[in-house]
Each structure stands twice: as C-alpha cells, then as structure tokens.
C-alpha cells in the first residue's frame, strides 16, 4: 500500500471528530497506515485523520522506543474505546502533524482500551507507561484533539523541537 503524506495544522481534517469505521475494517486504509507511520523516523503512532481520511482508525506500535517498558507490538485498531483510565502522568511529546514543537502533556498512566482489529476481531488491551500514552494520543486525534489542545499553558508547556545535525 501506499505511504502518505502527513497532514499538518491548520488542516482541517485534523480538528474533526473521525467518523466510526463500524464492524469491518477497511483493511486497506489499515495498511496504509502502517506503511506510512514505518516510512515515518521516530513515529510511534499515525491516525487516519493525519493522513487526511476522517475514520477512526490508527496503527501503534511502540516496540524501538526507548521509554518503552510494556509493548503489544504492532497494533491497528479501529474505533477505539477507552474503557478504563487510572493514574496521571505529564510527560514531553511531540507529534507529525505539529512537527516544530514538543509540548507537556498530561495523560492517564494506564488504560484499557477496546477496538476492533484489521480482520474485524474485538481486541482489549490493558497497558501502562509510554504505550498508553501511545495509545492515548492516537485516539485524540480521532477526537479532532491535538497535543496543543492538551497543555496546561501555551507559555510554560509547549516548546520548539530541537533539531540535531
């Protein structure tokens, strides 16, 4: 499948609330965004929204971060549920669609989250730390939310990216 190019703000698309997928996945959609996100250096995470398709769907997988300490591996999920939250952590993170900044946000330190896989299988997964997050982030932005939208102050929580050479 094709890799895409990653819509960044003002777009529209991604500020709106995705529409459901429903009982089967769109398998193709599925793997565009693998491909994408694996195309992408450092991406964690894509949605459909960054790719300019108002659905609620997202690929994850956390595995090569160093901050990781529970992964489910490569994970596509459509219509994401969270069922359960507990716990608050703040911590950096930055995002494709906002490429020049980094920003302090807060989120749950574990979750358990229901969607349905690429075969239309219902998946819950429990997991804690910067897989939640992960997860946490990508369904945000199938809720049209951005890290900006996130932060506690414009002023003391957002920041340039740093670039290195």
Not at 1 to 17: D, G, Q, S
């Amino acid at each position: 499948m094709p890799v895409r190019p990653v819509f960044r703000i003002p777009e529209k698309v991604l500020k709106l609330a995705a529409e459901p997928v429903g009982e089967r996945p769109d398998q193709a959609l599925g793997a565009d965004l693998v491909d994408t996100m694996l195309a992408s250096p450092a991406c964690v995470g894509l949605a459909a929204p960054q790719i300019g398709i108002s659905r609620r769907a997202f690929a994850l997988d956390v595995s090569y971060h160093p901050k990781t300490t529970v992964t489910h591996g490569l994970v596509v999920m459509f219509d994401p549920v969270i069922l359960d939250s507990t716990g608050r952590e703040v911590a950096r993170e930055g995002c494709m669609s906002v490429p020049d900044l980094t920003a302090n946000v807060a989120r749950a330190a574990r979750i358990v989250v229901q969607g349905r896989g690429l075969g239309g299988d219902v998946q819950v997964i429990a997991t804690e730390g910067f897989e939640a997050r992960a997860f946490q982030h990508e369904i945000d932005h199938l809720d049209g939310l951005l890290i900006l939208d996130r932060v506690a102050s414009l002023e003391a929580d957002v920041f340039a990216r740093k670039t290195y050479r």
